[in-house]
């Protein structure tokens, strides 16, 4: 098949059974003694029968543990020529040095963005560039550290000179998701998808017929079942570097794919002038800052 296993399977982590990411959680820490295994030694070392091995092959569309197992050789065999510092594939541990933490972070940040070729549907994107285009007002909003990844994205859209909102008080932001009407678009930010706070805005705007965009991390949360449409920037967990740190860069690299593909759209002069208006605004204020320095 010559698929990247590894990747596939930190792309469907959040979709397996419990079982399922004891399989999923042993071979991502022991990639390189699972290359040597056969059916029935990867069952007896997650504590799985045979059979609950063969039906997580087939949630990463596999139908032979043969070939499961030659992609995930090449997979350790591309990875051990492209990362001589053994960082990627293993786990931060209690007691690395300050070396290894940096070779690994990195290693589990850039693992999580190369996933992204694999997770982005480029249907869907287009899709939600095209809902924001049509949009006459947007609204963003997220709960805990994925407000802050609002906040920028508001900030980013702001500068394009589309009408947007975003607020981080909780009252404040369902009362602008009540008001919300069929002509405007929400979009929720949350890793695990079921945040009180945004399902209930996405409750709210859907009562007053606006469209919902979802970015999270879980296919079977809350919101990605209320959403009009979801982007998913699922990643797998490690007890120091938690999936959901993760997923705030891959949240991140997201909407810059809509704010650049969008810009890359805009022909409207008034847009291009709202941009340039923007960035003239501060770089006014930088002149300023300078010359109170002086």
Do not use: W
Not at 140 to 146: P, R, T
Not at 177 to 193: C, M, N, P, R, Y
Not at 238 to 246: G, L
Request: proline share 0%; charged share 30%.
């Amino acid at each position: 098949m010559g698929k990247d296993v590894f990747t596939e399977i930190r792309v469907k982590y959040n979709t397996l059974s419990k079982n399922q990411k004891i399989i999923a959680n042993y071979i991502l820490e022991n990639r390189d003694e699972c290359v040597r295994m056969t059916l029935r030694e990867l069952g007896m070392e997650c504590g799985l029968s045979e059979t609950t091995i063969i039906r997580f092959i087939n949630k990463l569309d596999y139908t032979s543990y043969q070939d499961f197992r030659l992609d995930m050789a090449q997979d350790v065999m591309k990875q051990s020529g492209e990362n001589e510092d053994g960082s990627s594939g293993h786990e931060i541990k209690s007691g690395d040095d300050l070396e290894e933490i940096k070779g690994k972070v990195i290693s589990i940040a850039s693992s999580a963005i190369r996933d992204m070729n694999e997770l982005i549907d480029i249907s869907k994107l287009s899709s939600a560039i095209d809902m924001i285009e049509n949009a006459e007002k947007i609204m963003f909003f997220g709960a805990g550290g994925s407000g802050v990844i609002a906040t920028d994205v508001y900030h980013k859209f702001l500068r394009c000179g589309l009408n947007v909102i975003n607020e981080s008080n909780t009252h404040i932001a369902l009362i602008h998701a009540a008001l919300l009407t069929e002509k405007d678009l929400l979009i929720l930010i949350s890793h695990e998808g079921e945040s009180k706070e945004v399902i209930e805005c996405a409750k709210l705007a859907k009562r007053g017929g606006a469209k919902v965009l979802g970015i999270t991390s879980y296919m079977n949360s809350d919101l990605a079942k209320m959403a009009d449409l979801c982007i998913f920037s699922s990643t797998n967990d490690s007890p120091y570097y938690t999936d959901d740190m993760v997923s705030r860069i891959v949240q991140l690299v997201i909407m810059d794919m809509l704010v650049i593909s969008l810009n890359t759209r805009i022909d409207d002069t008034r847009a291009k002038i709202a941009m340039e208006t923007s960035e003239f605004a501060l770089s006014e204020m930088k002149i300023a800052n300078e010359e109170a320095k002086k």
